[in-house]
């Protein structure tokens, strides 16, 4: 299933040619793209985030927002920030973490699992709450961080963290929503048993521009059901009853 | 994306270009009142500012600027500041208005929905009281030519959906109930999907049993040496 098979098929069930071109149901397809990878979470990948000296939060959807709000290229390439060299300046314009068109994806969303390449070790995932409550001053402490955890939606925390200039850099394994498609020959990034679903959402978007309640709804409701079965997919791409259900682990796959 | 842009995206998706039913300005309401609504019930936007201490000053009334919702967390020096409510101060310490020294804990009631009172009252100037909270978002409405940074882009796709659907609401031409019920189901489904994620990932932070949570690195890392021989070899 590539980017012009989905515009074909969406085009034959729209079969309206006075209301939408080419490029009306590209976008359409585009839209519920989007929608449906950020609902499942069904994109998975990596990035290699640089670490900031003494910087505890970084923001997956605006990485440097403690160091002023700005993505993190465009913290790099400010001169009136300070607190960085010159040499780490150049290095996260490098291999900073940033949601531009050197990843393969649009934006970030949920950090699964943090692996911290100069010390070798995962992260374990911890709460603030436990923090504060072993770990008193924990938001000053220096170190090689190996605990991570969540603030909000997009924003997560490490601790302890790097206070003096470092060249350390962790991968952060995430859910992301994937680029968007352009070209004839794209493939979404949706398992090809579930695409259909991105005809149903394009199809609800644009009956829903045309104002018909009904056939909206229609489409609605089946867009619906199909975004639910990618979702209980993603959560449960293991078979259940070869999970070792031990403790909580896999609460999230019994749902 | 500014305001007056999507504004007249929305316009354009109701088929309405020529503001011959909506109006620009009544567009502008809508997203303003949509992106309070989408943010306030998702709670997607988390922020963290300094709220300083002035010596001798027990109450603070949160800025304006810092469009503040709901408080998350709060530290003084890099120690957690305990949110508590004022009968938990009244009973244990009775003078928690006047006395001071550094803040150790806060309220935040009785002296009004944006006002944190410090306890203890602070004795000096300083900026190292931090808060953690979650944001409304800046008031899009007062300045429709600037982008509104504080959202995500892909967000505003589910913001739209209840401008549409509060436009269908409304009394007069263009109205269609059944339209209004499309788009805001469509919109509360949005609001459903941020819930369930916030709820996966709270859900994940329950990971470590019968410790602190603390794995040592070197057990982590642990070479896995030589398959023992009951393991036969696979060519």
């Known amino acids: 299933m590539t980017f012009a098979t989905l515009q074909a098929a969406v085009s034959r069930r729209v079969n309206n040619e006075r209301f939408w071109d080419a490029a009306d149901i590209a976008r359409a397809i585009n839209a519920a793209y989007v929608e449906v990878c950020e609902y499942t979470e069904c994109f998975e990948t990596e990035t290699t985030l640089a670490l900031i000296p003494g910087q505890t939060y970084y923001d997956l959807e605006y990485p440097a927002r403690e160091g002023g709000g700005m993505?993190?290229?465009?913290?790099?390439?400010d001169p009136s920030?300070?607190?960085?060299?010159?040499?780490?300046?150049?290095?996260?314009?490098?291999?900073?973490?940033?949601?531009?068109?050197?990843?393969?994806?649009?934006?970030?969303?949920?950090?699964?699992?943090?692996?911290?390449?100069?010390?070798?070790?995962?992260?374990d995932i911890t709460t603030v709450s436990v923090l504060d409550r072993e770990?008193?001053?924990?938001?000053?402490?220096?170190?090689?961080?190996?605990?991570?955890?969540?603030?909000?939606?997009?924003?997560?925390g490490i601790y302890p963290k790097p206070l003096t200039s470092t060249t350390d850099t962790l991968l952060v394994r995430h859910s992301a929503v994937p680029n968007l498609m352009v070209e004839a020959g794209d493939a979404p990034e949706v398992p090809r048993q579930f695409t259909e679903v991105l005809e149903l959402g394009a199809m609800t978007y644009l009956k829903g521009l045309e104002r018909e309640p009904r056939t909206a709804t229609a489409y609605w409701k089946e867009y619906?059901?199909?975004?639910?079965?990618?979702?209980?997919?993603?959560?449960?791409?293991?078979?259940?009853?070869?999970?070792?259900?031990?403790?909580?682990?896999?609460?999230?796959?019994r749902r | 994306m500014t305001p007056n842009e999507l504004a007249a995206l929305i316009l354009g998706e109701l088929g309405d270009s020529d503001e011959s039913i909506w109006t620009t300005a009544e567009m502008l309401d809508l997203i303003?009142?949509?992106?309070?609504?989408?943010?306030?019930?998702?709670?997607?936007?988390?922020?963290?500012?300094?709220?300083?201490?002035?010596?001798?000053?027990?109450?603070?009334?949160?800025?304006?600027?810092?469009?503040?919702?709901?408080?998350?967390r709060a530290e003084y020096d890099s120690w957690v500041?305990?949110?508590?409510?004022?009968?938990?101060?009244?009973?244990?310490?009775?003078?928690?208005?006047t006395s001071g020294n550094r803040p150790f804990s806060l309220v935040m009631q009785g002296d009004g929905l944006r006002t944190v009172r410090k306890i203890g009252v602070p004795v000096a100037n300083s900026a190292l009281f931090i808060i953690e909270y979650f944001s409304m978002g800046a008031a899009t409405s007062e300045s429709p030519d600037d982008d509104i940074e504080d959202l995500p882009l892909r967000y505003l796709a589910y913001v739209a959906r209840r401008v549409k659907s509060e436009a269908y609401k409304r009394d007069g031409d263009g109205q269609s109930l059944k339209?209004?019920?499309?788009?805001?189901?469509?919109?509360?489904?949005?609001?459903?999907?941020?819930?369930?994620?916030?709820?996966?990932?709270?859900?994940?932070?329950?990971?470590?049993?019968?410790?602190?949570?603390?794995?040592?690195?070197?057990?982590?890392?642990?070479?896995?040496?030589?398959?023992p021989p009951y393991f036969p070899a696979i060519n």
Request: charged letters at 25%; proline letters at 4%; aromatic letters at 12%.
């Open chain 1, 71 to 77: 993505r993190i290229d465009e913290f790099a390439a």
């Open chain 1, 81 to 123: 920030v300070s607190g960085i060299t010159a040499l780490e300046r150049m290095r996260i314009a490098t291999v900073g973490f940033s949601p531009s068109a050197e990843n393969n994806y649009l934006a970030a969303l949920v950090p699964l699992r943090v692996w911290n390449n100069q010390t070798k070790v995962w992260l």
């Open chain 1, 135 to 156: 770990r008193g001053r924990w938001y000053v402490t220096g170190g090689a961080p190996d605990r991570w955890f969540h603030r909000g939606f997009s924003t997560f």
């Open chain 1, 224 to 253: 619906v059901d199909a975004r639910e079965d990618l979702f209980n997919h993603v959560q449960q791409r293991t078979s259940r009853m070869h999970i070792p259900t031990y403790g909580g682990a896999q609460v999230g796959a």
């Open chain 2, 32 to 72: 303003q009142e949509s992106i309070y609504d989408f943010k306030v019930r998702t709670l997607c936007d988390w922020q963290r500012a300094a709220l300083n201490d002035v010596a001798g000053q027990a109450t603070y009334e949160i800025p304006d600027a810092l469009n503040f919702h709901q408080m998350d």
């Open chain 2, 81 to 97: 500041v305990d949110a508590r409510p004022t009968r938990v101060q009244m009973a244990t310490n009775g003078y928690f208005e």
């Open chain 2, 179 to 227: 339209m209004a019920k499309f788009w805001n189901d469509w919109y509360e489904d949005s609001i459903l999907m941020m819930e369930r994620r916030r709820e996966r990932m709270y859900r994940r932070r329950v990971s470590n049993i019968g410790s602190s949570g603390k794995v040592p690195a070197d057990l982590k890392r642990r070479d896995p040496g030589t398959l």
